[in-house]
C-alpha cells in the first residue's frame, strides 16, 4: 500500500521529488510517532541521498555505539530465526532483521506480537545456522516497535527493537563468537 510522496525543498525549485512511500508507526516508550519508507527505483533512491546529502542535517543523538549487522543468508551461521517468548502473551516465532553485539531487531506478522509495547521483557532464543552448536539464550527489553502494512499480503508486519538485558550462562560469551565470526566472514566476501 503506497502513497504518493512528494518532497519539495522550499527555496530551490529543483529539489522536488516524487516517490512512491509507505507511512509507518513508531512506537517507544515516550512516544508514538510517524514515519516514512520510501520505495523508490535506483534513480529516484540517488536523488534522495542527494537531497539528503545537500540539504539534511545530522543528528548526534543517533549515533550507535555498534552498527547492526544486517540479517543474510550468505554467512551461514547467521541466526535468521528467533524464539520470542513473553510473560503475558505466550511465545511466537520472529525473523531477525538484524544484530549489534547490544541487540537485535526482530520482526513479526504474528497477531501476538500487537500485545507487546515498548517497555515489556522477553527471553529471546536466537538459533544461529549450519555448524554453530546452540542457540543463544537471552533476556531483552523492547525499546522500539515499528509497525507497517506488508506488501506482500496486507498483514500488519511488527519490528522490534529489543536491548539485551542479560544472557544464560555462558551465552553472552557464545554471543561474541558467532558475532565475531559473522564480521569475519563479511569483511573476507
Known amino acids: 500500500m503506497f502513497a504518493e510522496m512528494k518532497i519539495h525543498l522550499p527555496g530551490d525549485e529543483n529539489a522536488i521529488l516524487i516517490l512512491p512511500a509507505q507511512i509507518l508507526q513508531e512506537l517507544t516508550a515516550h512516544a508514538k510517532k510517524m514515519a516514512i519508507r520510501f520505495h523508490g527505483d535506483a534513480e529516484q533512491t540517488q ?54 553485539p547490544t541487540g537485535v531487531l526482530l520482526s513479526t506478522e504474528n497477531q501476538l506480537s500487537l500485545q507487546v509495547n515498548p517497555g515489556h521483557e522477553l527471553s529471546i532464543s536466537l538459533d544461529p545456522r549450519g555448524w554453530f552448536p546452540q542457540p543463544i539464550r537471552v533476556k531483552g527489553k523492547v525499546c522500539r516497535i515499528i509497525d507497517e502494512c506488508s506488501l506482500e499480503n496486507g498483514n500488519i508486519l511488527r519490528h522490534f527493537g529489543i536491548h539485551f538485558q542479560q544472557f544464560e550462562g555462558t551465552d553472552r560469551k557464545t554471543f561474541l563468537i558467532l558475532l565475531k565470526g559473522i564480521v569475519e566472514q563479511l569483511i573476507s566476501k
Open 47 to 100: 536523488r534522495l541521498e542527494e537531497l539528503i546529502a545537500q540539504y539534511g542535517l545530522e543528528s548526534n543523538s543517533n549515533h550507535r555505539k555498534f552498527p547492526r549487522i544486517p540479517s543474510t543468508k550468505l554467512i551461514q551461521t547467521f541466526p535468521l530465526k528467533a524464539h520470542l517468548t513473553t510473560s503475558t502473551q505466550g511465545s511466537m516465532i520472529c525473523d531477525v532483521e538484524n544484530l549489534s
